[in-house]
């Protein structure tokens, strides 16, 4: 089955980096393009980043552009969210996602926390 695995959260000064992780398994990743989303407290959970199946195109929503960068390594099933210059409204809980045969899959997501 489809199972996706957060990682990389955790606690960051305002103006800090981190990059977050996600390992996919039970489907053919490559085929797949993939997502990044984030949920703060009370808020609905928001698009952050889109990357193709092969990686050649990324699109983020205006709100994220510029801070963000998606990336993802096909040989390891894997998918990046590389975050700089975070500020406290970044803090949410982060989310990976693929959506296949019109079902949309999640993660258990990782915390990041911008706080000084």
């Known amino acids: 089955q489809v199972q996706l695995a957060e990682s990389g959260g955790g606690l960051v000064q305002p103006g800090g980096s981190l990059r977050l992780s996600c390992a996919a398994s039970?489907?053919?990743?490559?085929?797949?393009?993939m997502s990044w989303y984030r949920q703060s407290p009370g808020q609905k959970r928001e698009l952050v980043a889109t990357i193709t199946s092969a990686g050649s195109m990324t699109d983020y929503p205006d709100s994220m552009k510029g801070r963000f960068t998606i990336s993802r390594d096909n040989a390891k099933n894997t998918v990046y969210l590389q975050m700089n210059s975070l500020k406290p409204e970044d803090t949410a809980v982060y989310y990976c996602n693929v959506v296949r045969n019109g079902i949309y899959y999640w993660g258990k997501g990782t915390l990041v926390t911008v706080s000084s």
């Open positions: 039970g489907f053919t990743f490559s085929s797949y393009g």
